[in-house]
Structures are given as C-alpha cells and as structure tokens.
C-alpha cells in the first residue's frame, strides 16, 4: 500500500472512531479504541512501516524521558489543584461519585487502554510514522499534533457541561471551547511529539499522556460546590 493511500485510509478510521466514540457509541469506548489500534497498526503494516517506524520500541532514553516527564505532570496538577484560578479545573462531573473500582478502572484500563494506548500508536506512532517516512520528523510533529487537535473538537464540546472551570470560562459557548481545546491539544502534540522523537518511541509520550490523564482524574471532585481544594492522599 502506497504511503498516500495508507494515510487517507487512517484519516478515515480515525474520523470513524472519534464520532463513535463521542457521538454514536460512547459506552464502547474501550472496545472501539483497542480494535481502531489494532486496524491502526495492520495499516501501517501494510504501508511498509516497520515497528520502529511507529514507535513501538522500548530503550532506556525513553523510559527516563517518561519518568521524568510523568514527574513533572504530576507536580503541575498538584500546583494546579492549589491555585485558585485553577482548582476549579478539578470540580468535573465526569467523575462524580467514582468510587475506588471506578476510579482503578479509569485510571489502569480505560485511560491507558482506551485513551493512551489509541491515542499515541494513531497520532505519535502510525500517523507521525507515515508522514515522516515521505517528508521527515518536523513536518511528522506538526501534521499529527493538528490533527491531534483536531480530534479533540468533539470532547471539547461537551466539556463545557461537565467541567466547571472551562463552563465559566467558555460561558457555554461551543464553537470558542472546540477552538480553545483544538489550540491547547495541538500544542500537548507538538510536545508529546518532540517526546516521541527525542526519546526514540512512543513509551515517553505514552507516559506523559497517562500521567496528564491519570493525575487530572486522581485529584477530580465533582461534589465540589465552593471550588475548595481536592482532597488528594498522597499516601
């Protein structure tokens, strides 16, 4: 399969997965996400791609570049959590009422399964590898960290009606949260990007996105009605 025709194909699949999973099929998010990475990776196989081309290779630069990467996600969203312009960011009725099976769920199967694992092979494995097999890395970093946010157009529309801190702002506006969100998740992918390069895989940026996730759900509080600060047992 020519690389042309391998990249309008995962366009599509893409486009397919990202209106399932937010409009049509939601309650199958885990199970479209695991099968869409799996058709990810066949296509990208079928293009010429080889595993390192995608990413999926494991080396100690990577891994410190995740460590050291998670860790400072990880203290950004406990300064955030303090901060009284942002701790309402926390205040989301996407996790109201999530109990400790809940919360294991999201944080070791549905976001590193469902988001991270998705996420990273389609943006900064097949996508990232397809284009920088015919233009390089830098034009690579910068096609998928658009469509990286082109892709959280979607979520972006609803996180207005969950999430205190982006209702206030945003004041229900859709068009300017999708722009906003599209801006912010382009710039996440030019960093998750430069990750994937740097650190010779998708293990580096694959952390990160895990942490950014895994910590936002970790100090979440929807019951939160004053924006008082999280309760968050470091223990």
């Not at 701790?87 to 199967?109: E, T």
């Not at 979607?154 to 949260?177: F, K, Q, S, Y």
């Amino acid at each position: 399969m020519p690389l042309s025709a391998g990249l309008a194909v995962t366009l599509g699949v893409l486009l397919v997965v990202n209106l399932l999973n937010n409009r049509f099929a939601p309650r199958a998010y885990l199970a479209t996400s695991v099968l869409a990475t799996g058709a990810l990776l066949a296509l990208a196989h079928g293009a010429g791609l080889t595993w390192a081309d995608v990413g999926l290779v494991v080396d100690r630069r990577g891994a410190l570049w995740g460590l050291a990467g998670a860790a400072a996600i990880a203290a950004g969203h406990l300064l955030a959590a303090r901060l009284p312009v942002t701790r309402p960011a926390y205040a989301d009725a996407r996790f109201d009422g999530a109990d400790g099976r809940q919360a294991a769920y999201q944080i070791l199967v549905r976001i590193p399964l469902g988001t991270v694992l998705l996420e990273e092979v389609a943006f900064r494995g097949v996508l990232y590898g397809l284009v920088a097999a015919a233009r390089g890395p830098v034009t690579a970093t910068v096609v998928s960290s658009v469509l990286f946010g082109l892709w959280h157009v979607l979520p972006a529309l609803a996180l207005i009606r969950l999430n205190r801190l982006a209702g206030r702002t945003l004041g229900g506006r859709g068009v300017l949260a999708a722009a906003v969100a599209a801006l912010a998740t382009m710039v996440a992918g030019v960093v998750l990007g430069e990750l994937r390069r740097h650190g010779g895989g998708l293990v580096a940026p694959a952390a990160v996105h895990w942490a950014a996730n895994g910590f936002g759900f970790l100090l979440a509080r929807a019951d939160d009605p004053d924006g008082s600060l999280p309760h968050f047992d470091a223990r």
